[in-house]
Nanobody, 125 residues
């Protein structure tokens, strides 16, 4: 079992930046990811980082978002820059003990058994 607690988020104007943080109760050999869900839409993967620090991103955020982890602090972070109104969503920290991504890219929601409660990000135009 892994408990996840997010912090950060908030409201920002388009073009601005925000940073999300997530602390895990267990971190060794755990793949960490960020998902987001906008009202009326499916929850989608945003980025993932494996225990070695290798990363993967959704095409929609490549070049704007950066995921990182600090193994000493059991923390994973999502630095978001160049924010757009379409980035508005509830952002969730997620974790899985298996592989971090597949040939088709980020893993699905169903492949992550552990979740945080979410942090709201709102980007105004």
């Amino acid at each position: 079992q892994v408990q996840l607690v997010e912090s950060g988020g908030g409201s920002v104007q388009a073009g601005g930046s925000l940073r999300l943080s997530c602390t895990a109760s267990r971190f060794s050999n755990i793949c960490m990811a960020w998902f987001r869900q906008a009202p009326g839409k499916e929850r989608e993967g945003v980025a993932a980082v494996d225990s070695a620090g290798d990363t993967a991103y959704a095409d929609s955020v490549k070049g704007r978002f950066t995921i990182s982890r600090d193994n000493a602090k059991n923390g994973v972070y999502l630095q978001m820059t160049g924010l757009k109104p379409e980035d508005t969503a509830m952002y969730y920290c997620a974790a899985t003990g298996g592989r971090c991504w597949g040939p088709a890219g980020l893993l699905s929601r169903q492949q992550h058994p552990w979740w945080g409660r979410g942090a709201q990000v709102t980007v105004s135009s």
